[in-house]
């Protein structure tokens, strides 16, 4: 199976650059975690991929071919985006009917079994599903059509605590019967931490991390003591954020630690948490731009 | 190209919608005032022949074509979700179209003879067009071919102009979409009205712009009789215009995008 290859990417509405000079291998049967603040271009990149939109400059490829207006390529892409392109009228049976029947691949078995579990009604128009309801019939097309790439854009927009963790047990048990690839856009980062496999972090236009989660895990540090003890030890260190409790100071450190450079006994050294990590490695970042 | 798939889809969707059309057609131009004589108390006056048109499957027909081809946004927004291009629903939906087309000029056919044999005892022509081409060549057959021809030109026309309109409002937000709805008759009518206004005082008839309209339809001069038009000018300005058009859609159909 290919790779997703994308190449110089660049996007820009008008004189605001959204995404500059993106160069990015999507593996297959891989599980993404792509990370960015509002505004940071993430929608804009799946909406690029999945040939939405066109980019300013730059390509995405798949088997050497381009993706805009390739049906051999887009048939094995399925995005899951915040919009809504259905049309409103349509049931949700017609809905799942039109999609098995557009991409030719589509396991009814499993449609049904998961709006059994969600209680989707299929009988009900587009129209009159709840926000949540509305992103369940997408989950539930993303994780039954057979597709190489699934990229999910907010997928639990409106899903309750129960929805989601059904959802999150329905992906993994529906990667493990067809590995596939999955590109997870969210800001629920604690609750995807686990079963991604990959962090890619899109900051200031750019792909800042795309690394293994467990690799990006192993270069977060918190270095907790007192504060001029912490600060001594992380001199010179990449110290992406801080908390601060009266004397007592918490240092985020993203990168290697200075292995000969001894640890004070009233500093502990703990690995940090995606969510912690991202935090602070986005925290200076002020995004202006909505898409 | 998942022209086939594309294909069978929009021609299914249109089919029905075609037969839901022909539905409310029938029901408000035949039994509507059928039902509003039986209330009256006016039946026994009712003929209907009175209340069933001979252009009704050339209304229909034509109509349809128009409507569905100019709602473009809606199908190119679920072709891109379900992974089919710009190209392919292009292709998929003039396809389906023009099938559509063909079975509502068939239908037109088959009720023309019926009409003019069974229903209407006024001898009328089983295609509009008959009147102006009708008698251009000396075979019946071959008259009937190209009467046959240009009314097939003229719906084409008629659908590929709902195309291009549909696709243009495609690139646009609601907003802008609301504003050229309003403000290009307006437009128009203020054009015309200017038009008309240098007709009055230049003698705009004397132009080539007349003679041009004249040429385009087959009637060289002012004195050609009825019947007697010239068959073939309509099918080459015809087919011209519908390259035309046809070309324009197609590249304004590859600006489509979501978001707009």
């Given at each position: 199976?290919?790779?997703?290859?994308?190449?110089?990417?660049?996007?820009?509405?008008?004189?605001?650059?959204?995404?500059?000079?993106?160069?990015?291998?999507?593996?297959?049967?891989?599980?993404?975690?792509?990370?960015?603040?509002?505004?940071?271009?993430?929608?804009?990149?799946?909406?690029?991929?999945?040939?939405?939109?066109?980019?300013?400059?730059?390509?995405?490829?798949?088997?050497?071919?381009?993706?805009?207006?390739?049906?051999?390529?887009?048939?094995?892409?399925?995005?899951?985006?915040?919009?809504?392109?259905?049309?409103?009228?349509?049931?949700?049976?017609?809905?799942?009917?039109?999609?098995?029947?557009?991409?030719?691949?589509?396991?009814?078995?499993?449609?049904?079994?998961?709006?059994?579990?969600?209680?989707?009604?299929?009988?009900?128009?587009?129209?009159?599903?709840?926000?949540?309801?509305?992103?369940?019939?997408?989950?539930?097309?993303?994780?039954?059509?057979?597709?190489?790439?699934?990229?999910?854009?907010?997928?639990?927009?409106?899903?309750?605590?129960?929805?989601?963790?059904?959802?999150?047990?329905?992906?993994?048990?529906?990667?493990?019967?067809?590995?596939?690839?999955?590109?997870?856009?969210?800001?629920?980062?604690?609750?995807?931490?686990?079963?991604?496999?990959?962090?890619?972090?899109?900051?200031?236009?750019?792909?800042?991390?795309?690394?293994?989660?467990?690799?990006?895990?192993?270069?977060?540090?918190?270095?907790?003591?007192?504060?001029?003890?912490?600060?001594?030890?992380?001199?010179?260190?990449?110290?992406?954020?801080?908390?601060?409790?009266?004397?007592?100071?918490?240092?985020?450190?993203?990168?290697?630690?200075?292995?000969?450079?001894?640890?004070?006994?009233?500093?502990?050294?703990?690995?940090?948490?995606?969510?912690?990590?991202?935090?602070?490695?986005?925290?200076?970042?002020?995004?202006?731009?909505?898409? | 190209?998942?022209?086939?798939?594309?294909f069978s889809y929009q021609f299914k969707n249109y089919l029905r919608l075609f037969g839901w059309t022909y539905l409310?057609?029938?029901?408000?131009?035949?039994?509507?005032?059928?039902?509003i004589a039986l209330i009256l108390g006016q039946i026994h006056g009712f003929s209907v022949a009175d209340y069933l048109?001979?252009?009704?499957?050339?209304?229909?027909?034509?109509?349809?074509?128009?409507?569905?081809?100019?709602?473009?946004?809606?199908?190119?927004?679920?072709?891109?979700?379900?992974?089919?291009?710009?190209?392919?629903?292009?292709?998929?939906?003039?396809?389906?179209?023009?099938?559509?087309?063909?079975?509502?000029?068939?239908?037109?056919?088959?009720?023309?003879?019926?009409?003019?044999?069974?229903?209407?005892?006024?001898?009328?022509?089983?295609?509009?067009?008959?009147?102006?081409?009708?008698?251009?060549?000396?075979?019946?057959?071959?008259?009937?071919?190209?009467?046959?021809?240009?009314?097939?030109?003229?719906?084409?026309?008629?659908?590929?102009?709902?195309?291009?309109?549909?696709?243009?409002?495609?690139?646009?937000?609601?907003?802008?979409?609301?504003?050229?709805?309003?403000?290009?008759?307006?437009?128009?009518?203020?054009?015309?009205?200017?038009?008309?206004?240098?007709?009055?005082?230049?003698?705009?008839?004397?132009?080539?712009?007349?003679?041009?309209?004249?040429?385009?339809?087959?009637?060289?001069?002012?004195?050609?009789?009825?019947?007697?038009?010239?068959?073939?000018?309509?099918?080459?300005?015809?087919?011209?215009?519908?390259?035309?058009?046809?070309?324009?859609?197609?590249?304004?159909?590859?600006?489509?995008?979501?978001?707009?």
């Open positions: 199976m290919d790779s997703i290859k994308i190449a110089h990417l660049s996007k820009s509405f008008g004189q605001q650059a959204v995404l500059t000079d993106i160069n990015l291998t999507i593996e297959p049967q891989t599980i993404y975690g792509l990370l960015g603040r509002n505004g940071a271009g993430k929608s804009t990149l799946f909406n690029i991929i999945s040939d939405r939109i066109p980019a300013t400059s730059g390509e995405v490829v798949i088997e050497g071919q381009n993706n805009v207006n390739n049906d051999r390529v887009l048939n094995r892409i399925y995005l899951m985006g915040e919009r809504n392109l259905y049309p409103s009228r349509m049931r949700v049976s017609d809905i799942f009917q039109t999609t098995a029947a557009l991409y030719g691949r589509m396991d009814m078995d499993l449609v049904h079994q998961l709006s059994s579990q969600f209680g989707l009604n299929i009988r009900t128009r587009f129209a009159k599903l709840s926000t949540g309801y509305r992103s369940i019939l997408k989950l539930i097309i993303g994780l039954a059509v057979d597709v190489d790439y699934v990229f999910f854009d907010e997928p639990t927009l409106g899903l309750d605590a129960n929805h989601r963790e059904l959802f999150y047990s329905a992906l993994m048990d529906s990667y493990a019967k067809r590995p596939r690839t999955f590109v997870i856009s969210t800001h629920l980062i604690e609750e995807i931490a686990n079963m991604v496999e990959r962090v890619l972090v899109l900051q200031e236009h750019h792909i800042t991390i795309d690394e293994t989660t467990e690799k990006v895990l192993n270069k977060g540090y918190s270095i907790t003591g007192p504060t001029a003890d912490v600060t001594a030890y992380t001199a010179g260190l990449n110290v992406i954020g801080h908390d601060q409790l009266g004397n007592l100071r918490v240092d985020y450190v993203y990168g290697q630690l200075n292995g000969s450079r001894p640890i004070p006994d009233t500093v502990s050294i703990s690995h940090i948490d995606l969510q912690k990590l991202f935090v602070n490695l986005t925290s200076q970042e002020v995004a202006t731009f909505e898409n | 190209m998942k022209t086939k798939a594309a409310w057609a029938i029901v408000l131009v035949v039994f509507l005032p059928l039902l048109p001979r252009v009704l499957p050339a209304i229909v027909v034509g109509s349809f074509v128009f409507a569905f081809g100019g709602i473009t946004y809606d199908g190119f927004k679920l072709f891109i979700q379900n992974g089919i291009g710009r190209k392919t629903y292009f292709y998929s939906k003039l396809l389906a179209l023009s099938s559509i087309l063909l079975i509502g000029e068939l239908i037109n056919v088959v009720y023309g003879v019926l009409y003019t044999h069974f229903i209407s005892n006024r001898r009328a022509a089983i295609f509009a067009f008959s009147s102006l081409y009708g008698k251009y060549f000396n075979s019946k057959v071959e008259n009937t071919i190209s009467v046959i021809v240009i009314t097939l030109l003229f719906i084409v026309c008629i659908m590929v102009t709902g195309m291009l309109l549909g696709t243009i409002l495609g690139l646009f937000s609601r907003r802008a979409q609301m504003m050229l709805i309003v403000g290009a008759p307006i437009l128009l009518i203020i054009l015309l009205a200017v038009l008309m206004s240098v007709n009055t005082q230049n003698r705009l008839i004397s132009t080539w712009l007349p003679q041009f309209l004249l040429y385009i339809i087959g009637m060289s001069d002012m004195s050609t009789p009825q019947g007697h038009f010239i068959a073939f000018a309509p099918m080459i300005s015809g087919s011209v215009y519908i390259i035309i058009v046809l070309v324009t859609t197609y590249y304004l159909t590859l600006r489509l995008r979501v978001p707009r």
